[in-house]
């Protein structure tokens, strides 16, 4: 297994380094998509890659989308021959001291998409919890199965050689939806999936780019289709099976 970071960004700047800082101790080369960020986040991903030499950054000339930009670092790294992709978000969310776990449980199981399950504190949303409990619901019937314990979380652990043939054959979303899709053509794949406990956290002056209005169509549109394609083949795809570490 040859695992790299990769750390989707989008006007991250404020939060960037501080999620650089805590990865770097790590020893893994990481790698920085700009999704077409304005100046100052530029800037920081510029000052990530001059004062650590395992950065490499990539940018998009325009801002695409989150899936465009994880299907951008997902390329990337098979390219410069790495196996694995762990992957989280610019915005200090994720727990970059949970890294190993998630690199422990992809080298037990090599062709597992490893997820984090998200374990949420006093700072969390609850608009937020409601929309994830409907998405969890919604996979778990396209799916027909419970091996996702949350499609949202973006913080995993992607095996590279089955997300990049997923790819080839299925148009995934360029936006927001593209975490959940993922994950379920993963599964009817027959890729496992291991969900790993992983601390979330909001905070107050948080950077989110998620448009209630916009994104919460495109993810509607996505289970949508999802499940006429799991109705059409009569849930003729594998279960999927799941273990939870704690």
Not at 187 to 200: H, Y
């Amino acid at each position: 297994m040859k695992p790299c970071v990769l750390i989707p960004v989008y006007d991250h700047g404020s939060t960037l380094e501080r999620v650089v800082e805590g990865l770097v101790g790590f020893d893994l080369p990481i790698l920085l998509v700009d999704d077409g960020s304005g100046e100052a986040t530029a800037r920081a991903v510029e000052r990530a890659a001059a004062t650590h030499p395992q950065v490499q950054r990539l940018r998009h000339a325009r801002n695409l989308g989150r899936g465009a930009a994880l299907r951008t670092g997902y390329h990337a790294a098979a390219e410069r021959g790495f196996t694995h992709a762990l992957q989280l978000d610019a915005d200090a969310q994720h727990d970059p001291a949970d890294a190993p776990r998630f690199l422990e449980a992809a080298a037990t199981d090599p062709e597992a998409l490893v997820c984090g399950r998200p374990i949420f504190d006093e700072s969390v949303v609850r608009a937020r919890l409601w929309g994830r409990q409907l998405s969890r619901a919604w996979v778990w019937i396209e799916t027909a199965s419970f091996a996702i314990a949350d499609p949202l979380c973006g913080y995993r652990c992607m095996p590279l050689r089955a997300t990049l043939e997923v790819l080839a054959r299925e148009s995934c979303g360029d936006h927001m939806e593209f975490d959940s899709e993922i994950a379920v053509r993963l599964v009817w794949r027959g890729v496992p999936v291991v969900n790993v406990p992983t601390r979330v956290r909001y905070y107050p002056d948080g950077i989110s780019h998620f448009d209630m209005l916009r994104d919460n169509a495109r993810i509607s549109k996505m289970h949508a289709r999802l499940f006429a394609l799991s109705l059409a083949q009569r849930l003729g795809f594998p279960a999927g099976r799941s273990r939870a570490l704690s």
